[in-house]
């Protein structure tokens, strides 16, 4: 394998279960030499029709090279494959395909083809071994690490979905080039919240080379990639199944996913808006109870500014979801425990904590001001 460029490995330690993240530029071009010891007869690779037209050609080649037999399968991009009727087609095609047990299935792609290969991966035949290739960054710091996959259903997002651990994970940051500027800053979002959530030195990190990373500087955007993947990984293996820590790392997300849910998942806002958004709400919440320096809330806000990326409800565009509204979507969420909302709260940067005592008063102000 080539050397030539900045890599990193992450373990994530789950015992017999453990697998390693592989950070760095061009990796694509080793995911032959990476997957070849897990292959076994045909391998089918999932993917979307906008990241196969970039990149399933030169994964194919890198595993074609290895003498795996791989065959793509290739779904409609967009949230709506995570569905009952993409897993049904999903499904339906690795079974034609003739996968057994002792196969290997590789997702390429962002969080939606990693979310469905994943579940489909882990209901078929009663589970089978797959691969994550992430190629937005939020599928690389967040959804392909740590074994949380699903489809939606009419009732929400994520709803029917199961604990299944890929074999690996490979993130190419190079894979992140021709992402648009938007889905870029969004998954930023996810990084931004590992910082907020429990680390404040790699916050101080993000304030000085986050603009770097998001400009494709290599060796900032791989540091980012793989701290954040480590922090992640160290969470999933304290806490895989979120009885206790793990739900840190919904920072931002009871207030994003209200707010999605309040703009009909729409272009108006996408999830990692609604994250970044959420977790400036949660400062704020966090400064309003007494908890939190109002310094800290503010640096964190002006460095979201900083790198284009929304941090108040007045940032979304159309007309203004009010409190009452948001907090009935989120009494909707997978995140209400016996009729109580729970909110990850800060005492000040890299120092998220989880409550169930909000009071409502707190929570209409932070709604509306
Ligand atoms: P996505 O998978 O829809 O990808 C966004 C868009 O970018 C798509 O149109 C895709 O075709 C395109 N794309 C992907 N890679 C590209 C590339 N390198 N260059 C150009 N275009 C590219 O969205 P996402 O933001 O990656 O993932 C969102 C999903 O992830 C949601 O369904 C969410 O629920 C899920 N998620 C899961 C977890 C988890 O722990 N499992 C965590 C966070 C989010
Ligand atoms: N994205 C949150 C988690 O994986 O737990």
Redesign the pocket.
């Known amino acids: 394998m080539s050397n030539l460029h900045a890599r990193k490995r992450v373990t994530v330690g789950l015992g017999d279960r453990a697998y390693d993240i592989h950070v760095g530029a061009r990796l694509l071009q080793d995911a032959g030499a990476l997957l070849k010891p897990l292959a076994r007869g045909t391998v089918p690779v999932v993917t979307?029709s906008?990241?196969a037209g970039?990149?399933l050609e030169p994964l194919l080649a890198a595993l074609a090279r290895n003498g795996i037999d791989a065959r793509p399968i290739v779904m409609a991009?967009?949230?709506g494959s995570?569905s009952f009727a993409g897993l049904e087609s999903l499904t339906g095609q690795l079974l034609d395909l003739g996968i057994d047990r002792g196969g290997l299935i590789v997702a390429l792609?962002?969080?939606?083809?990693?979310?469905l290969t994943g579940f489909a991966a882990g209901v078929l035949k009663r589970g089978v071994a797959f691969a994550q290739i992430p190629?937005?960054l939020?599928?690389q710091v967040?959804?392909s690490v740590?074994g949380?996959?699903?489809i939606n259903a009419r009732q929400g997002?994520?709803l029917i979905g199961l604990f299944h651990q890929p074999r690996i994970v490979i993130a190419d940051t190079e894979?992140?080039s021709?992402?648009?500027r938007r889905?870029l800053l969004?998954?930023y979002a996810?990084v931004v919240k590992y910082g907020a959530l429990g680390d404040a030195d790699f916050f101080n990190w993000l304030e000085a080379h986050g603009a770097a990373a998001l400009a494709g500087d290599e060796a900032a955007i791989v540091e980012a990639v793989s701290h954040s993947c480590r922090m992640k990984a160290d969470i999933v293996a304290r806490d895989e199944r979120e009885s206790g820590e793990r739900a840190l790392l919904n920072l931002g997300h009871t207030f994003g996913h209200a707010l999605e849910a309040a703009t009909g998942f729409s272009d108006r806002l996408?999830?990692?808006e609604g994250v970044a958004i959420g977790m400036a709400l949660a400062f704020r919440l966090s400064v309003a109870l007494g908890l939190c320096p109002g310094q800290d809330a503010e640096r964190f806000t002006r460095h979201l500014r900083a790198t284009g990326l929304p941090s108040a409800i007045a940032d979304i565009p159309g007309p203004r979801p009010g409190p009452e509204e948001l907090i009935g979507h989120m009494t909707h969420d997978k995140k209400v425990s016996e009729g109580r909302l729970t909110f990850v709260l800060l005492k000040g940067l890299g120092q998220a904590f989880v409550t169930r005592d909000v009071p409502v008063a707190a929570l209409k102000d932070v709604l509306t001001g």
């Open positions: 979307d906008h990241v970039l990149y991009p967009g949230e995570k792609g962002g969080g939606v083809i990693g979310d190629t937005t939020l599928a967040d959804s740590g949380k996959t699903a997002k994520n894979l992140l021709t992402l648009p889905e969004a998954g996810e996408i999830h990692g």
